[in-house]
């Protein structure tokens, strides 16, 4: 799975979790715009490619007087540029900036210092989109559902259900090699051939530099598709061609600043049908394409920030109330397909016993095995994460109580392989609202009085396994974080 973003999230398969789509082989993103997240390190120039000229793209005026408009990403000044030979383009940190004649690199552009803006003529968009039909799934994105929280191994970039939806925070890059600092969330199991995919999206911190990301249409190994980028505060969408390690401009427009709230919630939606490609904010068309290459694929959601890859800087915003909807003259054979809706079952309820608190040390008997409930020892364990020495029931039985998972292993002689690989995912876990110090609150630790493996626990809750398989341990983990008997509205002491 290492050749995969998270957001190649076709197929997951179990005892796999895909990796974030950050490649170290992948050239330097620029830190001040949305460029390419694709682009080949090999490059000399990073990339450059021919841009559709078609009359119902608005590509501002970016279009050409030629049949040969180009757009490159300029390394040295970490600038996508797009040039028609004569006029020139570059989004920086600052905005758009315009200049004619000359070469396309931007004269004296750097994020110290950027060059005058100039204004830039609009090309109106003349396409209608397809009308929508039958709404075929809503999710609040409360909860586990359509979508799953994501955490990247350091715990900077994270997914967390809030009250008003998902809320996606960035605070810098996940990995030394990342280019890039993002946080994504796939959509399990839901394709797009035609229809419709609609969220609300908000700003809540870093709103100069908060991108939301719609990915549709993805293809797997190598990762191709479609990706529509959103700016609110700079009033900015590109809708982008993903192919052979770059990101190919189909359109875009930076006049949208009247029509996209910066800090106040944004209805965002991408429409396909066959070759035809709409975007819409606020229910107005405002970007259009033809492009055949793509006719179905998967879904997913991300949010990103611009600028300095390597700061501490926290970008985050809360996007909620998605929708997938079939087109209302569409073909039956291209409707998208019903996802997940509700917390998935993972796992079986266990009776549950009596919570009473018992003096510390004294022997208690359960009636399950492993335990899901029952009396404890007053003080909980205090530490979360993966361990090799084992732990009373009695002090982990409290952690159940208050919402925390526990991870049983089993094994008869020493199983470093499984250690890690427990390691590895405890550190991708989402830490949940009630976290200290952001660490997840899973506990991993031997346990052989049961006849399992690996067991996974929440209060009146048990998945048993004989095989790691990380894609069920965190499901369960995402249904059962926070819902003990002490935690009211996932709120926990």
């Known amino acids: 799975m290492a050749r995969l973003r998270l957001l190649a999230y076709c197929r997951l398969r179990p005892g796999t979790w895909p990796t974030p789509r950050h490649s170290a082989s992948r050239a330097s993103r620029p830190s001040s715009a949305p460029a390419s997240r694709h682009s080949k390190s090999s490059s000399a120039r990073s990339w450059a490619t021919r841009v559709s000229a078609s009359t119902s793209t608005p ?46 690199d931007p004269p004296g552009v750097s994020e110290a210092s950027p060059a005058p803006s100039t204004p830039v003529s609009r090309a109106p968009v003349v396409a209608a989109a397809p009308a929508v ?46 280019t890039s600092a993002f946080a994504p969330t796939p959509l399990i199991g839901i394709t797009l051939p035609d229809g419709e995919i609609r969220v609300e999206v908000r700003a809540v911190s870093g709103h100069e530099r908060a991108t939301f990301l719609i990915d549709f249409r993805i293809q797997s190994d190598p990762v191709r598709g479609y990706v529509v980028y959103f700016l609110p505060a700079r009033g900015v969408a590109l809708l982008r061609r993903i192919e052979g390690g770059q990101e ?18 944004n209805s965002l939606a991408v429409r396909a049908k066959g070759p ?10 405002v970007l259009s394409a033809s492009d055949p290459k793509y006719d179905t694929g998967a879904m997913g959601l991300a949010v990103s920030r611009l600028g300095d890859v390597n700061d501490d800087a926290e970008t985050a915003m809360i996007v909620r109330n998605l929708r997938v909807s079939a087109l209302a003259d569409g073909s039956p054979a291209r409707v998208p397909p019903n996802g997940p809706l509700a917390i998935p079952e993972i796992g ?19 009636a399950s095995r492993p335990p899901t409930s029952g009396a404890h020892y007053d003080p909980p364990y205090a530490t979360y994460g993966v361990f ?106």
Not at 348 to 366: D, F, L, N
Request: aromatic share 8%; glycine share 8%; with cysteine.
């Open 59 to 104: 590509l501002l005026a970016i279009r050409s007087r030629t049949p040969r408009p180009a757009a490159y990403y300029r390394k040295a000044t970490n600038t996508p540029t797009f040039t028609d030979g004569q006029r020139h383009w570059a989004l920086t940190a600052d905005g758009l900036i315009a200049w004619e004649g000359g070469g396309p």
């Open 133 to 178: 039909g039958q709404a075929l799934l809503e999710d609040p994105l409360t909860a586990p559902g359509a979508a799953v929280a994501y955490r990247c191994p350091t715990g900077r970039n994270a997914g967390e259900f809030v009250g008003e939806g998902l809320l996606l925070k960035v605070t810098g890059k996940c990995r030394d090699q990342d």
């Open 248 to 265: 190919i401009p189909l359109a875009a427009r930076i006049d949208l600043a009247a029509l996209l709230a910066p800090d106040g919630w």
């Open 276 to 285: 035809d490609l709409s975007v819409l904010v606020n229910d107005r068309l």
């Open 348 to 366: 079986r309820a266990m009776p549950q016993e009596s919570p009473q608190h018992v003096r510390e040390g004294a022997p208690i008997t359960y």
């Open 388 to 493: 090799e020495q084992q732990v009373l029931p009695g002090y982990w039985v409290h952690n159940l109580e208050h919402g925390a998972v526990i991870l049983l292993y089993n094994c008869a002689e020493p199983c470093p392989d499984l250690v890690d690989q427990l390691k590895d995912l405890h550190a991708s876990l989402p830490p949940g609202r009630n976290a200290r110090g952001a660490v997840a609150r899973m506990l991993a630790i031997p346990y052989p009085d049961m006849d399992h493996k690996i067991a996974v626990v929440a209060w009146g809750r048990l998945l048993e396994l004989d095989d790691f398989d990380a894609h069920q341990i965190r499901m369960f983990y995402d249904a059962y974080i926070d819902r003990g008997p002490e935690c009211q509205n996932l709120v926990c002491p």
